[in-house]
DNA sequence: GAAATAGTGAAGTGCACACTTGACTATTTT
DNA sequence: AAAATAGTCAAGTGTGCACTTCACTATTTC
């Protein structure tokens, strides 16, 4: 599938990844430095740029260079998007989920009725 | 970064494609045979099938094969799976998001007192 | 101002992913 | 039983991704 990437997409996909996870762990107790982050991950330092970038394209997390210093902080913005995302699909799953437990092998399947008229 | 893949991982992997969003969206509606679901997609049987081993893999799905037909519908287990995940993380975000409105501009930040000794 | 520190940029590598084709099986329908 | 329908399997293709190395710049510290 083409076309340009939404917003949505590129917060979920930068949740895929436990280095990222590690990462919002770490700037969870606070504000970090690059080489901070990079210590405990193994990583080099480029690595842990490259997966700042697309922290920061998505809006999870915010940098601003003071001297040499990257400083890095979570950022609400991305953290919204994905509450938002949630939030407008829970609602449509969880009012078909309550029917599950009333329909369950009650009728087979409506799938069977694909006949083109 | 190496090693098994966590079901998180996956959950979150899986719902960065827009397809595959797209599969649960017409989920949301009940349960859809494979080609039906192929339908608007513009995708061959092959392709969806695909989407459909992901999505059930990270507990997104549940399928079950009746005569030739396959049919899906939504599966609450990875939908729990990924609020669980969001419910222990939030917790830590919001605090400390809290914590911004207070000390913004107040302290440079921590990152400058990383010195040895 | 020389040396250490913090990070950036470009280019390359290997693997994973989305997707296709084409041949095949299993079930319905007529 | 022949024909259509629903899906599956194996293999292949191009692209994207995580990560590295190496050369380089900007800032501190001594």
Redesign the pocket.
């Known amino acids: 599938?083409?076309g340009p990437?939404k917003t949505i997409d590129r917060v979920f996909?930068a949740l895929?990844?436990s280095?990222?996870r590690a990462i919002l762990d770490q700037l969870a107790t606070g504000p970090r430095?690059?080489?901070?982050l990079?210590g405990p991950l193994?990583?080099?330092?480029?690595?842990v740029?490259?997966?700042?970038q697309?922290l920061e394209d998505c809006g999870l997390v915010r940098?601003e260079?003071?001297?040499?210093?990257?400083?890095c902080r979570i950022d609400p913005t991305g953290f919204s998007t994905l509450d938002r995302w949630i939030q407008m699909h829970r609602a449509l799953w969880d009012r078909r989920l309550d029917q599950l437990g009333k329909l369950l092998d009650d009728s087979p399947d409506e799938?069977?009725s694909?006949?083109?008229g």
């Not at 193994?42 to 690595?47: E, W």
């Not at 740029?49 to 700042?52: C, P, S």
């Not at 260079?65 to 400083?71: A, D």
């Open positions: 599938m083409s990437k996909h895929g990844d280095t990222r430095s690059v080489s901070r990079a193994a990583l080099t330092l480029t690595a740029g490259q997966h700042l697309i940098t260079k003071i001297g040499r210093v990257r400083s799938v069977v694909i006949r083109p």
